[in-house]
Structure formats: C-alpha cells, structure tokens
C-alpha cells in the first residue's frame, strides 16, 4: 500500500480579503471573468472562447489529494464584497520549488488586490517552498509590478505559449528565495 502525504489547504487572511481554496461553487463567477478576453489573454492557459465545462474541470483537478497545482480565490465576502475577486495558484516544481500564477477580475484592476494575494501567499508559504518563480507577458507591466513589489528579483527574459493568444509571447521571469 502506498501512502501520500495530503496536503491540507489552509485559507490565508488579508485586509481586504481571504484566500481560500477554491470550490464548484466558484465556477460561475471564474466562468464570467476568464471568459473575458482581457483576462484570458494575459494567462498561459486559459482559452478565449472559454470552452464549456472547461472551470469545472479546473476546479475537480484542484480539488484532487494528488494535485500539483494549489489554488487559492480572492473572497471578500466576508468584508462585504463578491465572493471571487480573483486567483492565486502554487503549481509545484522539483527542489521545493512552485511557480505563482494569479489573476484578478478586471473589474479590480489597478486596486492592489493582486499585489496583496501574492504578499499573503509568499508571508504564508503554505507549501514551506525555498523558492518561488513567476513569469508575467512583458504587455503587462503592472503584472510585472505585483512581483517586484511582493521582492521577487527580476531573473530574465523568456516566452511562453498563450493559449488565449496561440502565439508564444516574450515574458519576464522573477524568482524569490524564502530559505
């Protein structure tokens, strides 16, 4: 018999919001926001046209005792506003490793919220990394800005695929050691 180690999510407690795990009940309001253009084309992986059943794949996935990636939503519902404001992930890597991803509803752009999500997120290390990577598409600079804010050390240039755009896109890479 093989045993794993299941790794509990705990939510993280922010000013303005808590980052939770994600639930079904969330696939509503990811649906409407990653279906928006804007947000699906500054993401690697999320599709525009959102096909569907694509969130509710997404959330079972993040759901699963086994998985690799760990998401967290942005939850203001208990200070008074939408229940998803946006989404931080850990995806791990090898060597206590993760990558951070994140993205917020547009309708919050430019208010800090991702820039809060990630400081939580690297304050609470919940997968106890000795490191952290992000890479941003280098036409979001205030993408950009949310790392270098958050002490992530700007490591280079690269490019990755968008599925959104089907093109591969120049980004820039950061890297934060938390050990």
Do not use: C
Request: no cysteine.
């Amino acid at each position: 018999m093989k045993q794993e180690t299941i790794l509990a999510q705990a939510s993280i407690d922010t000013p303005r919001f808590i980052l939770r795990p994600i639930r079904p009940s969330d696939a509503g309001l990811m649906s409407l926001y990653g279906a928006d253009e804007r947000v699906a084309r500054m993401t690697t992986s999320i599709p525009h046209p959102l096909p569907p059943g694509m969130v509710e794949a997404f959330i079972e996935k993040a759901q699963q005792p086994d998985r690799e990636e760990h998401v967290w939503v942005m939850d203001a519902s208990e200070y008074g506003g939408s229940e998803l404001l946006g989404v931080i992930s850990l995806e791990q890597m090898d060597r206590n490793q993760s990558e951070i991803g994140y993205w917020v509803a547009p309708g919050m752009w430019n208010t800090g919220l991702a820039s809060e999500a990630v400081q939580a997120l690297v304050r609470a290390n919940p997968l106890e990394n000795a490191t952290l990577f992000g890479s941003v598409f280098q036409d979001n600079p205030a993408s950009a800005r949310v790392l270098t804010n958050a002490g992530f050390d700007y490591l280079g240039d690269a490019e990755a695929f968008s599925v959104a755009r089907n093109a591969k896109v120049a980004t820039w890479t950061y890297l934060k050691r938390l050990a």
